[in-house]
């Protein structure tokens, strides 16, 4: 139901002393970055390429010793979400027809295109979310920064960030204002008070957040906050070479049609 919605922890894992966790924050994001790129741009039906993606991504997973039910969980929500799009490719024109109810038709086209782009979004969702699990929102930040992404781009991302939790905070205060009158029944007019509820949680937070914007400036902000680019080290050159030498591996298999 909408009015228990708890805060959420995207870091959970961040804490951890494996030999991923060693990594500079800016490396794992970099092995991030490309092995979702090789795994997104490689074309659909190179099973073998993304089987040896695939091992990649669960040799992290091993690593990393993440909490699985969380990455289960959150890789469940995310499928709900993008399903609609997974299955609309099921009913592509091309090749023969597996199975037909009329004007819809399933092909073997469609079935290649679905299983390509599931495989896609299962892996990438993977290391996303591992990457997430496993550093914490500053550490991205900054290496963000590392990266030479622009100041304000990142400002930006980590204002939203931070009103994430004035969001849920003003939220849970009218959930407790909705508990401690009754708040009940069912139906359309249940719906419209939810609703009513959701545009005065818009007008509240908006306010909020100007508040503290004005704060903010008060004590010397200027737009960009500071940020600390830790350095890397020898874990940091090996991994990246790793993860350069499995994309390229997988996508000489690819090449070749193996």
Not at 20 to 46: D, E, S
Not at 60 to 75: A, D
Not at 165 to 177: D, P, T, Y
Request: net charge positive.
């Amino acid at each position: 139901m909408l009015l228990h919605v708890n805060a959420f922890h995207l870091d959970i894992d961040s804490k951890g002393k494996t030999w991923w966790h060693k990594l500079a924050p800016r490396t794992r994001l970099l092995c991030t970055i490309l092995l979702v790129f090789a795994i997104a741009l490689t074309p659909n039906g190179r099973w073998w390429t993304w089987a040896i993606y695939a091992m990649g991504v669960l040799g992290v997973v091993l690593i990393s010793r993440i909490t699985l039910p969380v990455l289960l969980k959150r890789i469940a929500v995310e499928f709900a979400f993008i399903s609609a799009v997974l299955l609309g490719t099921l009913f592509r024109s091309g090749g023969e027809v597996v199975a037909a109810w009329g004007p819809v038709k399933i092909t073997t086209e469609g079935l290649l295109v679905l299983g390509s782009v599931t495989t896609k979004a299962l892996l990438s969702l993977i290391m996303l979310n591992l990457l997430t699990l496993t550093t914490s929102i500053p550490a991205l930040l900054n290496a963000l920064v590392a990266l030479r992404t622009p100041r304000l781009l990142v400002a930006t991302l980590a204002s939203m960030y931070r009103y994430i939790s004035v969001l849920i905070g003003e939220f849970n205060a009218m959930r407790r204002a909705a508990a401690s009158r009754n708040f009940t029944g069912n139906g359309s007019w249940k719906r419209q008070v939810i609703g009513n509820m959701m545009g005065s949680l818009f007008i509240r937070t908006y306010e909020r957040g100007d508040r503290i914007y004005q704060a903010m400036l008060a004590r010397g902000y200027q737009g960009i906050p500071p940020f600390d680019v830790p350095p890397g080290g020898r874990h940091d050159i090996v991994a990246l070479t790793l993860t350069l030498i499995l994309t390229l591996l997988g996508q000489v298999i690819y090449l070749f049609k193996w």
